[in-house]
C-alpha cells in the first residue's frame, strides 16, 4: 500500500534552490494532515553535503541518490533517478518546487507512472483524507481545484511563492541514506549554464522597495509611487508590462524576467500578482499591497493588503509617513 510524502530538493553544484524548501513546507503540512512521514531526495553525483543540510529539517529520512551520469543536470538522467527512488518508495504523494528544471522533467517522470502531473499549485488542502490542489487557470483570473482520483503516486508541482522558505520547520535530524540509482543512455549534453547580464541598478541590495505595475495607468502617476519612495527612503521598481512601456528602466524590473529581490519591505501599487512577478519577491520581509481588485493574487502573498484606489490611498500613505518621519 502506498504510503508517505517524496519531495524533491533541487540544487545546483550542490548549492540550495530554496524553492526546494517551500516545497518541504507544503509537504510538511500535508504530512501532519495526512499522518504521513516525509523523504527528501536529493539527486546528483555528489550531493552528501546538501543531503546533510536537508537533514536538518523536520523530515523522516533524506535520500542522497547518487550516479556518475548525473553530475550535471540532463532530463534523461533526472528522471531515471527519480523513478528508481519512486518505485523504492512507493509513496503516496510525489512534491516538487515548480521550477524551470523541474518543469523539463517532472511530466515525463509523471508519465513513466502513467500519471498526470497536477502542476504549478498555489495551494494544497486535506478533507476526509482526500487532498484537494489548487492552480490558477486564465492569467490568475480564476482558481480551479484539483483532486486526483486514480491510485497513488500522485505527483504535483508547487508554484514558487505558494509557501516560503522560513516556513519549513527544522527537525532533530534526519537520517541520510546514500543509494546509487540506475540511469540510463543520456541522450545530450548540457551546455554552460545560461548567466544573465550584470544589471546596472542592482535592486537586490535595497531594504525598502516601492513596486508600481499596470494599475498606476501612465508614466506621469509615477511621481504618487517617487513621493511614496522618496518619504520611505526606498528604491523605486516595476513589473514588466511598466518597463516595456519604457516608463521605467529595465533595470527596475522585477520578476522572472527581471531581477530577483528580497527587501526588508516591498510595496507593490497596482500590481495584480502574475506569478511572473510573484517569483522575483515572494521572500520579502514584509509585503504591502495596494489593489482595487479585492480578487488580485498579490493578496494571497501581501502581509498587509488595502483594497482600493492606490491614487486615494498612496497620497495619503505618503503624508502619514512623513508625519512619523517629522515626529522622530
Known sequence: MSNGIVVFIEHRNG??????????????LLGSALQQEITAVVVGSDASALAQEIAAYDVAKVINAGN?????????????????????????LV???????????????????GKSLISD????????????????IFLGKLDA??????EPPVFATFQSGAYRPDQARKGNGAAVEGITVDVGEIRMTPEAPFQEVKQAV????????????????????LALAEKLAEALG???????????????????????????????????????????????????GTIVAINKD?????????????????????PVLTEEIKKIKGAS
Open 145 to 150: 481545484d484539483v483532486v486526483s482520483d486514480g
Open 294 to 314: 479585492p480578487e488580485a493574487p498579490i493578496f494571497d502573498i501581501a502581509d498587509y493588503g488595502i483594497v482600493g484606489d492606490l491614487f486615494e490611498a498612496v
Open 15 to 28: 548549492v540550495l534552490n530554496k524553492t526546494s524548501l517551500e516545497a518541504v513546507a507544503g509537504a510538511q
Open 202 to 221: 542592482d535592486l537586490s541590495k535595497a531594504d525598502i522597495i516601492v513596486a508600481v505595475g499596470r494599475g498606476i495607468k501612465s508614466k506621469d502617476n
Open 95 to 113: 512534491l516538487l518546487p515548480h521550477t524551470y528544471l523541474v518543469r523539463d522533467f517532472a511530466p515525463k517522470l509523471a508519465a513513466r507512472f
Open 68 to 92: 556518475a551520469k548525473l553530475v550535471d543536470y540532463t532530463p534523461d538522467g533526472y528522471t531515471d533517478a527519480m523513478e528508481h527512488v519512486v518505485k523504492q518508495l512507493d509513496p503516496h
Open 234 to 284: 526606498a528604491d523605486l521598481a516595476a513589473s514588466r508590462p511598466i518597463c516595456d512601456a519604457e516608463w521605467l528602466p529595465i533595470d527596475r524590473q522585477i520578476g522572472s524576467s527581471g531581477q530577483t529581490v528580497a527587501p526588508k519591505l516591498y510595496v507593490a501599487l497596482g500590481i495584480s500578482g502574475a506569478i511572473q512577478h510573484l517569483v522575483g519577491m515572494k521572500n520579502s
Open 121 to 136: 499549485c498555489i495551494r494544497a488542502g486535506v478533507a476526509d483524507s482526500s487532498i484537494t490542489f489548487t492552480r490558477r
